[in-house]
């Protein structure tokens, strides 16, 4: 079962330089989330996808671009990096709570560093 | 907005040590808990969960009863050992926020054998 896959693991990036992270999932989510990971600062939301063909701003938006057009891919932009975006990125999924309640489903990550 | 705090790390323990991380939250609507665990190196596990008042979610030795009075949801462990050394996140979902996940911002536990 390979669950939540994310490519690539590690990346270098000058200033200024673009780049795509993607994530996919073949587990049939309906919901799929990107988070940033920063010493002391826990995981916050950048975007996130209720469903094929859509998107949403979560709490740190700016500097990121998303899109879904496959149910099973969401694919995170950087159009021009900054220092400030070094850090490490989870992608996640989950199933639609209707019964309750869901968890999620986590990558391994990727640990992006900007010069 | 919905938000969560735990306590700050790092925790250092001896093997065997009673663990306790205290986390509490705050939310809109009715939230599931939730602790995930983090290894070096590594993506986010589901450690336990509870989706309504005075359950207790359980895996690994690992406890945690979710108290609506309180807003908390204290993960213990009775008796730890060197391999859980790791980082746990407090999060919830809550489903009037449109399912999103919120995280505190981690416990860094170390185990000393």
């Known amino acids: 079962n390979a669950g939540v896959t994310q490519t690539p693991k590690f990346r270098v990036l000058k200033t200024g330089q673009s780049m795509t992270l993607l994530c996919a999932q073949d587990?049939?989510?309906?919901?799929m989330y990107w988070y940033r990971q920063d010493p002391g600062m826990g995981l916050r939301l950048i975007h996130y996808?209720?469903?094929?063909?859509?998107?949403a701003k979560g709490e740190v938006p700016d500097g990121y671009n998303v899109s879904r057009l496959k149910k099973q891919n969401f694919l995170l932009g950087l159009e021009s990096a900054a220092p400030s975006q070094t850090s490490v990125y989870f992608c996640?999924?989950?199933?639609?709570?209707?019964?309750?309640?869901?968890?999620?489903?986590f990558g391994q990550g990727t640990r992006l560093t900007v010069v | 907005g919905d938000s969560v705090t735990q306590m700050e790390g790092p925790v250092t323990l001896s093997e065997e040590a009673f663990l306790t991380i205290n986390c509490t939250y705050t939310?809109?609507?009715?939230?599931?808990l939730f602790w995930y665990v983090q290894y070096p190196g590594e993506g986010l596990q589901l450690l336990l969960k509870?989706?309504?008042?005075?359950d207790k979610g359980s895996n690994k030795g690992f406890e945690a009863t979710y108290r609506k009075e309180t807003t908390s949801f204290h993960l213990e462990k009775g008796s730890v050992q060197v391999s859980d050394s790791a980082v746990y996140f407090c999060?919830?979902?809550?489903?009037?926020?449109?399912?999103?996940?919120?995280f505190g911002p981690g416990t860094r536990l170390s185990v000393l054998p």
């Open positions: 999060a919830l979902s809550d489903r009037a926020y449109g399912q999103n996940f919120v």
């Open positions: 509870a989706t309504k008042a005075d």
């Open positions: 939310a809109t609507g009715y939230p599931s």
């Open positions: 996640a999924s989950s199933y639609d709570s209707v019964r309750g309640w869901t968890e999620a489903f």
């Open positions: 587990m049939n989510h309906e919901y």
């Open positions: 996808s209720v469903g094929e063909g859509t998107t």
